[in-house]
Every structure is written in C-alpha cells, then in structure tokens.
C-alpha cells in the first residue's frame, strides 16, 4: 500500500527547464502523500514524464522492491498503490512464458504481467490498485484503478500536462485550483451524496472511474484513451440447490480471507458487534487452527463507547469467547480536543464526506497505528452485494414482489415490519422513493424531511438540479433490487465508504483489506436469486444460514442494521464544539456564502430540536473544507 505521483507534459511544454525544477515538482507532491508510505520515497524523472512514489513496506520489504520499479531492460516502469491478493498465483504462467523475478513482490507481477498481455493484464488481477506505467520504448503512459475503486486515482489535465495522484491535495501542490464543482457541492449539500460520475468537488480536477483504464499515447495527447475492462455480467443466476450455494459462497468468504492475509507484516481485524466482521474473525480463527496461516494469533481491534446507547461491546465479547486465536483489544474514541482534530481531519479527505462516522473511523485509526499496525481486515462491502442495509434495499425488494410474487406482498411487508421494527407508513415510502425517479425522492427527502432545501440560493438549486443522474434501469423488469444494488455500488453510495475508509487510515499510514468486496464474491452475489439475500424481513440471509453455528444467536439472529454509530452528537454538543460550530456560522466567509442563506442556517443551529434532522454535519463540513482549500467560488 502506497501513494503514488505523476507529472506528463506534452508539447514540449518546460523542455527548457533544468532536472532540479522537476525534482522540485514531484517532491512537493511526494511530500505532500508522505502519510500513505513512510517506509520509502523514489521518483522517476525523464522528461517528459516525471513520477513519484512513497511507500508502505507490506509485501517484500526488501529494498529491491521500492518504486519506481523497472521491468529488465529498464524499458518499462511503474508506479502502483495496492495489494495483487492473488500475484503468487501468477507467477507461474509469468515464469513458463520466460520472465524471471528480482523480488517477492505484487509490484514486479503488474511490470510482467503487461509486458505479457498489454492493457488485458488487469483482467488477471484479484486486489485493489491504481497504478500507472510507463512504456518508454513506445510512449505509452498506461493506468488502470481496480473494479470497485477501493483505491483513489485522481487527475488534472489540459493541453500542456496531465497530472495524477493518489491524493487531491498533491495535485494542489503544483496547481493553483481553488474552485468548486457547484454541481459536486449541490449533491452533497442537498442529498448527501459522492457519486461516482468521474468528478471530485474541484473543479478540473477528476478521478479515474472504478474498473476503468486510461492510455495516453504521446503522438496522440490530446486523446486520451478511457475504457471499462468490467462490469457486472446481466446473467441469470446458476441452477444451484441450496447446499451447492452454500458451499460455493463458504469456498470464496474462506479463500477470500486466506488470501488477504498474505502480507510480511502482521495483519489485524477491524471487529465490531456486527455480522461481517464476526464471520472474518471466525473465519480467521478457524484457519489458524487448520494451520492455514502462519500467524499463531491476530488481534482484533473494537471500538466501544461505555453509557452509549448503539455500544456494541457486550456483543463483540460474545463472539470472542469462541475464538481462541485471537487477542481482543478495546479503544475508546473519545471527543477529546475535537476542535484541534476537525481541520486535520478535513484537510486529510481532500473532499467533504457524508456522516461523522468518518470523523469517528479517522480517530480510531489514530489509535490503533499506536500499535503499530499497518494492516486491517474489515467486513466493508458486504451490506452492498448481500442486502444489508435493510432501510435502503426495502422499497426495490417490495416493488419486485408486487410485481412478480403479488400473493406474497403482504406477508413480506409483514416479516419487514416485525424484524426490522419499521412502521408501515415508512416501509411504503421507501416503495414509494423506488417508483419515482431517485433524483426527485432526493429531493423531496432533502426539502420535507432535512428542510436543507430552503436554505439553499434559488439560482443555485436551478443551476444544480439535473447534475445528479438517475439510475438508468426499468421499473417494470422486476429487477429492481438488483439494478438499484449495482447502481449503489458502481455509482452512489459505495464509493462514498471506499473514499473516507481509504484516507483517513492512509493518513496514519494503515492499509485496509476488505474480503467481501473480491471480485469473485460480487459477481456471484448477482447471479444468485434475491431471495438467498432478503427475504422475510431477513437480510443478508445465505450468509446468516451458513454462520449461524458458528457465530452468537445475537449476531446471526440481529435484524437491526444500525451501521457504524458513535456518540459524535454527544461530542458536537460538548459546550467547546457549540462556541467552535457559532465561530464558524459567524465568520465572514460563512456570512459572505452565494449558494444558501446563512441566516436561515444560523438560525436553524440555533433551534435544533425544531430541526432534529437537518444535516448539520454537511453545513460544517463543507464550510471548513472551503475555508481550508480556500475555495473562492461558493
């Protein structure tokens, strides 16, 4: 797990410069990344192509595998930020074909695997990345970021350069950027949300989509070459029984796991009170049993919040008493010095995040990186592929019952209402939000249940509107679930999650792995019937039937999906935090906001309890970011 940095000029753009100017360049950029790879520090400089790497030592710690890392004849060179779980099953096929290695490392598996098969390499590769190489002999800049973007790759290009890298706030270091995408700003303002349309919150500043590659060739600079190398396949799902099923998803969670331990440092697990997370440490126990690992122990990391009514620390001990390979470790996040933490913690997402979990997730990776750690498993992914967030997921699972099951709509409103302890005035608006289009159920949400529309600029809310795009599939095709879960984790919400997981704990330098989102376990979760996912008021329900002697009644058996839950609100109202928030609503570039009316806002933060859902967080958060960034257009 690193960061990596890159600079190409086109045009003969700087020809004249001396090597020292270049230096300069990508070292400001380097050093503003020094978090995400503390271990090393190399670049690459031959005009016109510059690169720039820092390193987090996991797999090959050895020297001979920094980067920038150089095929044999020097004629190929490569930057990469990621984990290739599955690289030692490649090197067989490499070696038969005639290519030796240097290393132990993923890094030199990507250099041979393009020389082998060109862009088709990534087709091959079960991980998380973003790399870009460098093919000297035939001027080819060649990038590529994984399937589902766990890891960023952001980018500035006009017609003199093109300039890359794992982190927003590096490409700042050399361009002078310091507006906003209004349409970017009105999503989050408005709804809440991140999609994953290409664009970040600055303007002229974009990100690599997840699954895509991008090639640049040089007597072709000013087209640069998008595509998608996968998607989801629009198959029906296998004639499976129920065992076949079973034995074929328990095969992939299990080597999915095994795989992810593959590392030269110690690996850790990230466990909370929920399904996910247990299933990995159960797994994981299990397989140091069997002498599948060569770790003897793992220590998981819980967060717990004593007196908090969402703790979940009397469950995470439930599930630990049958795991004698593991060594527990409690942390308790506190609300201490937030004032102190808010603005590091802005400033290291490069762009405003959705909730205050992500506040929370940042501090507790503060803590855990005293441990010294530097990688954690966590369970992120499967609430997106296997239904779990219940809330979100109703409404498209109902529509396709009416349609298809119309005898059984009634029970399943039933079984929703009685597990998952929602009113049926609630369960027939989200059916409701899944029969208009998204866009407008955003909006009525945001104007009727937040209230944040009236106090948005008028213009503005013209201006921005039709920014965010609808998901593209028929309400008629009775697939609805399946095309709003593909939407979610290829467009909206997903990426959201990938983005404050990736960066907050890359700012203290920890590499997250998260099994349930290989590639092989996504696909074959949409290829199986809904009903394995949902069904009775029972989510995420295979995975339930196959855990459910090996994990508490009081994990397998909780129906209440709650996510991650802090006592942030708690912290917020500390009376430090209410003078800082009444700082930052009095301040002139607070006062002086075009795109809402500040004194509705103000009074708003004034009378919470009239406004128990306005989303106070978005407010604060995007002000701070704007003044941190010294954003000069909002």
Not at 101 to 111: K, M
Not at 248 to 273: H, M, N
Not at 576 to 603: A, C, H, P, W, Y
């Amino acid at each position: 797990m690193c960061g990596i940095n890159g600079i190409l000029f086109f045009n003969d753009q700087f020809s004249d410069r001396p090597v020292t100017y270049f230096e300069n360049e990508i070292r400001k950029m380097n050093d503003e990344i020094a978090h995400r790879g503390p271990d090393g520090d190399g670049t690459f400089i031959s005009y016109p192509v510059i690169l720039g790497h820092r390193r987090l030592s996991i797999i090959d710690l050895s020297k001979e595998a920094d980067q920038p890392m150089f095929n044999d004849d020097k004629s190929v060179v490569l930057v990469y930020n990621g984990e290739l779980y599955n690289y030692k099953e490649l090197i067989p096929d490499l070696k038969s074909k005639g290519h030796t290695f240097r290393t132990h490392s993923d890094s030199e598996v990507i250099i041979h695997s393009y020389e082998e098969y060109g862009f088709d390499c990534v087709n091959r590769f079960n991980g998380m990345w973003a790399f870009a190489i460098y093919d000297i002999k035939k001027k080819i800049l060649f990038a590529s970021r994984d399937r589902f973007g766990v890891k960023p790759f952001y980018y500035y290009s006009d017609p003199g350069q093109f300039v890359f890298s794992s982190e927003i706030k590096a490409i700042l270091k050399i361009k002078k950027i310091n507006q906003a995408n209004h349409g970017k700003v009105f999503d989050y303002l408005a709804y809440g949300y991140k999609t994953n349309n290409g664009d970040t919150f600055f303007q002229d500043i974009h990100e690599l989509k997840p699954a895509h590659n991008i090639v640049i060739k040089f007597d072709k600079i000013d087209k640069p070459e998008f595509s998608r190398y996968w998607n989801f396949k629009e198959t029906d799902h296998p004639e499976y029984n129920d065992k076949l099923i079973q034995e074929k998803i328990t095969d992939l969670i299990y080597d999915s796991v095994k795989l992810r331990y593959r590392s030269d440092v110690p690996v850790s697990i990230l466990l909370s009170g929920g399904l996910d997370s247990g299933i990995i440490a159960k797994v994981t126990d299990e397989l140091i049993s069997d002498h599948q690992l060569r770790n003897d122990k793992v220590t998981t990391f819980t967060a717990v919040f004593p007196g908090f009514m969402y703790d979940e620390s009397a469950i995470v001990k439930e599930v630990l008493s049958g795991l004698k390979n593991i060594d527990p470790v409690s942390l308790s996040p506190t609300g201490d010095n937030l004032t102190n933490e808010i603005n590091k913690f802005i400033y290291g997402m490069g762009e405003p995040v959705f909730s205050t979990s992500s506040f929370a997730h940042y501090m507790l990776m503060k803590e855990i990186s005293n441990y010294g750690v530097k990688v954690v498993l966590n369970g992120q992914g499967s609430d997106e592929a296997w239904c779990g967030y219940g809330r979100y997921f109703i409404g498209y699972f109902l529509l396709d019952i009416l349609q298809s099951q119309p005898q059984n709509f009634v029970s399943q409103l039933t079984a929703i209402s009685d597990k998952m302890k929602f009113s049926r005035k609630f369960i027939f608006s989200q059916i409701f939000k899944a029969i208009i289009p998204r866009r407008y159920g955003s909006y009525l949400r945001a104007k009727y249940n937040e209230n944040i529309i009236d106090c948005l600029s008028i213009d503005y809310i013209k201006n921005n509107y039709a920014y965010f795009k609808n998901p593209v599939y028929s309400k008629l095709s009775r697939s609805n679930l399946k095309g709003y879960m593909r939407y979610n984790i290829q467009y909206q919400g997903f990426n959201q999650i990938l983005h404050y997981e990736d960066h907050s704990s890359m700012q203290s330098s920890i590499e997250m792995r998260s099994p349930f989102i290989d590639y092989r376990l996504m696909e074959l979760a949409f290829t199986l019937p809904d009903n394995l996912k949902i069904d009775n008021g029972i989510t995420k329900k295979v995975l339930r039937e196959i855990f459910k002697d090996k994990l508490p009644a009081s994990v397998t058996g909780n129906h209440l999906k709650i996510g991650f839950m802090t006592p942030f609100d708690d912290w917020m109202n500390q009376s430090g935090m209410k003078n800082f928030n009444m700082e930052i609503l009095n301040s002139d570039s607070f006062r002086q906001r075009k795109i809402f009316n500040t004194e509705k806002v103000k009074n708003i933060f004034q009378n919470k309890q009239k406004y128990p859902k306005f989303p106070y967080w978005r407010i604060l958060n995007l002000e701070l970011w704007s003044q941190i960034y010294g954003i000069d257009n909002l």
